[in-house]
């Protein structure tokens, strides 16, 4: 439901023949999706791809970067928050990471499952990365963020990951929800939000507005041409290689987005 090309057929919107875009929606779901060679794709819909962004980049950004963009201002983050967005690999953990770092988070923390993983994501300069499989979630935060909780959790995994997220939250904090890859069901301690005041929500990006998209590239976007976040592609695959895109993606979870370009 997401992807990026050139306008071919541009009928009466702003965007001429030959403009490099990108673009989400409910494409896929309820109408046809990317997996082909063109596209029918509605105005609103549409982002011009700054030009230091190439296509296979532009590609998986706008599901995940509108999403992490959305979420984080819907939580009130603001400069010097703490932020947690687990899964540092995944394409919204990451997104997240990277937009609250550049626009001033006290702390971007994220996690990953395995050694390996974490080496990488340091590698790349992702300083707070907790291994969850040699550290529990509670104490990689307690660590990295000096005994205080966070202020927002963007949560985009699911499963146990869910609850043990919640139960890091500072007073006041705020968790958003919109993952389940890990599970739909998860157990939560309520005083993690009586005790605390905090609050716990769901998102949608189809459900959001095209004025709250457009706020979001809006703040997206000069971050993207300055160079102060840096989408990771793992690796593109030809449209006739999709069936093995989709094993490698499900099978290996790569760290980075699994591209198909026609």
Same mark, same amino acid.
């Given at each position: 439901?997401?992807?990026?090309?050139?306008?071919?057929?541009?009928?009466?919107?702003?965007?001429?023949?030959?403009?490099?875009?990108?673009?989400?929606?409910?494409?896929?779901?309820?109408?046809?999706?990317?997996?082909?060679?063109?596209?029918?794709?509605?105005?609103?819909?549409?982002?011009?791809?700054?030009?230091? $962004?190439?296509?296979?980049?532009?590609?998986?950004?706008?599901?995940?970067?509108?999403?992490?963009?959305?979420?984080?201002?819907?939580?009130?983050?603001?400069?010097?928050?703490?932020?947690?967005?687990?899964?540092?690999?995944?394409?919204?953990?990451?997104?997240?990471?990277?937009?609250?770092?550049?626009?001033?988070?006290?702390?971007?923390?994220? /996690?990953? /499952?395995?050694?390996?993983?974490?080496?990488?994501?340091?590698?790349?300069?992702?300083?707070?990365? $907790?291994?969850?499989?040699?550290?529990?979630?509670?104490?990689?935060?307690?660590?990295?963020?000096?005994?205080?909780?966070?202020?927002?959790?963007?949560?985009?995994?699911?499963?146990?990951?869910?609850?043990?997220?919640?139960?890091?939250?500072?007073?006041?904090?705020?968790?958003?929800?919109?993952?389940?890859?890990?599970?739909?069901?998860? /157990?939560?301690?309520?005083?993690?939000?009586?005790?605390?005041?905090?609050?716990?929500?769901?998102?949608?990006?189809?459900?959001?507005?095209?004025?709250?998209?457009?706020?979001?590239?809006?703040?997206?976007?000069?971050?993207?041409?300055?160079?102060?976040?840096?989408?990771?592609?793992?690796?593109?695959?030809?449209?006739?290689?999709?069936?093995?895109?989709?094993?490698?993606?499900?099978?290996?979870?790569?760290?980075?987005?699994? $591209?198909?370009?026609?």
């Amino acid at each position: 439901n997401e992807g990026a090309g050139v306008v071919e057929a541009p009928g009466d919107s702003s965007f001429p023949e030959g403009a490099r875009v990108m673009f989400t929606g409910p494409y896929g779901v309820s109408e046809d999706g990317t997996y082909g060679e063109s596209i029918a794709v509605r105005l609103e819909d549409l982002c011009l791809i700054p030009d230091n $962004i190439d296509d296979a980049t532009a590609a998986g950004m706008p599901l995940a970067y509108l999403t992490a963009q959305i979420t984080l201002m819907q939580a009130g983050f603001a400069p010097g928050k703490i932020v947690l967005a687990p899964a540092i690999g995944g394409a919204v953990g990451n997104a997240v990471t990277q937009l609250a770092r550049a626009q001033g988070a006290g702390m971007a923390i994220s /996690t990953t /499952t395995s050694p390996a993983k974490a080496k990488q994501a340091r590698a790349l300069g992702f300083e707070h990365v $907790i291994d969850l499989s040699a550290e529990d979630l509670a104490h990689g935060v307690a660590r990295i963020a000096g005994g205080r909780g966070v202020d927002v959790v963007i949560e985009s995994v699911g499963g146990a990951l869910t609850g043990q997220a919640l139960a890091t939250l500072a007073l006041n904090g705020v968790l958003t929800t919109l993952g389940y890859s890990a599970g739909r069901e998860t /157990t939560i301690d309520v005083t993690d939000l009586i005790w605390k005041r905090a609050s716990m929500s769901g998102f949608s990006l189809f459900a959001q507005s095209h004025a709250v998209r457009a706020a979001a590239w809006a703040a997206i976007l000069p971050l993207l041409a300055s160079g102060a976040v840096k989408p990771i592609v793992e690796r593109t695959y030809k449209l006739e290689e999709s069936a093995e895109a989709l094993r490698h993606l499900i099978e290996d979870r790569p760290f980075g987005r699994v $591209i198909v370009a026609h």
